[in-house]
């Protein structure tokens, strides 16, 4: 695969679906990633704006290592579709001159594949999911939670959710009845994201299953709130649905952002594949790359 080794810049920016994310590196300018300067470069009105901010490459033994950050500053596990677009963004400038390679995030190591010759489709294999709840974060006895009612102040009754952990803890809701939208997930979301069930408060997804190979979800994340797509949401949803016998081993995805595909091998481990696109690369203006750097802004 030929590829020109893009030039140095203050940062990249990509989306995955709607699901966008900075990427800083530091070999190329300085960053200091506490929680108020990543909140600073997330935010849409006083700093570029995204879903998420990926920090690396780092030092690894093997691979590449990053830091994945949330909008609001806390640092997160795992993110498929940010482990997609550092892949990527890997392979476009340089870093990695494979196809395969392994990445370090805070949940461990994942595999990715890059699938085209213009590194547009990157599939990562995310590992087993589990609904045991001890992994989960839930309160209570240790159990499988591929069951679980749970009642919120606004749902009038009982959600029937599945809660699972690959990487970050997910609590898919199923409707069976009512489609999944915004205007319910952003009512939804909040009241499960924080339900006292969760030590860890859990990211959020409500699933409608359209048929054996597809299912449709809406999301809202623990540390962005509603976004548009998710890898590991994605991913947690089919395994979800699989579980409960809904769907096959290879399940599309559709999204507000747009699809995804997942695949659960015999052993359990979940891959997801879909497309990554590049968005802007640019340099901080003076006074807010000081910020960030760690230096302070001049008046």
């Known amino acids: 695969m030929s590829q020109d080794t893009a030039p ?18 530091p070999r190329y300018t300085a960053f200091d990633p506490t929680p108020e300067n990543v909140r600073l470069a997330c935010d849409r009105h006083f700093g570029l704006g995204a879903d998420g901010l990926l920090y690396g ?28 677009i550092f892949a990527r963004y890997l392979r476009e400038s340089g870093h990695a001159d494979t196809d395969a390679f392994t990445l370090h995030s805070l949940a461990g190591p994942s595999a990715v594949r890059i699938l085209d010759g213009r590194a547009e489709t990157v599939r990562i294999d995310l590992g087993p999911a589990t609904t045991d709840s001890r992994a989960v974060g ?30 970050n803890p997910h609590c898919v809701v199923f409707l ?25 408060r859990v990211n959020v997804e409500l699933l409608n299953v359209i048929d054996r190979e597809n299912i449709r979800i809406e999301i809202f994340e623990r540390g962005a709130g509603y976004t548009l797509s998710s890898g590991t949401s994605a991913c947690t949803a089919a395994f979800a649905a699989h579980a409960r016998g809904l769907t096959g081993a ?50």
């Open 8 to 25: 140095a810049v203050d940062f990249a920016k990509y989306q995955a679906l709607g699901n966008d994310y900075i990427v800083i590196d």
């Open 57 to 84: 490459p780092l030092p690894a033994d093997d691979g590449f290592r990053l830091r994945i950050f949330n909008p609001d500053g806390t640092e997160c596990e795992k993110s498929g579709n940010g482990l997609r």
């Open 138 to 167: 839930a309160t209570g006895p240790a159990r499988p939670m591929l069951h679980e009612p749970l009642h919120t102040a606004d749902d009038g009754g009982s959600l029937s959710v599945t809660c699972v952990q690959l990487g």
């Open 176 to 200: 069976d009845d009512e489609p999944a939208g915004e205007e319910l997930a952003r009512r939804i979301g909040p009241a499960v994201r924080d339900h006292e069930l969760f030590t860890q």
């Open 250 to 299: 290879r399940t599309t995805v559709h999204m507000p952002g747009g699809r995804v595909t997942v695949e659960i091998d015999e052993d359990g481990r979940l891959a997801l594949g879909g497309e990554v696109l590049p968005v802007l690369r640019g340099h901080w203006a003076p006074r807010i790359g000081q910020q960030l750097s760690g230096r302070g802004a001049s008046a």
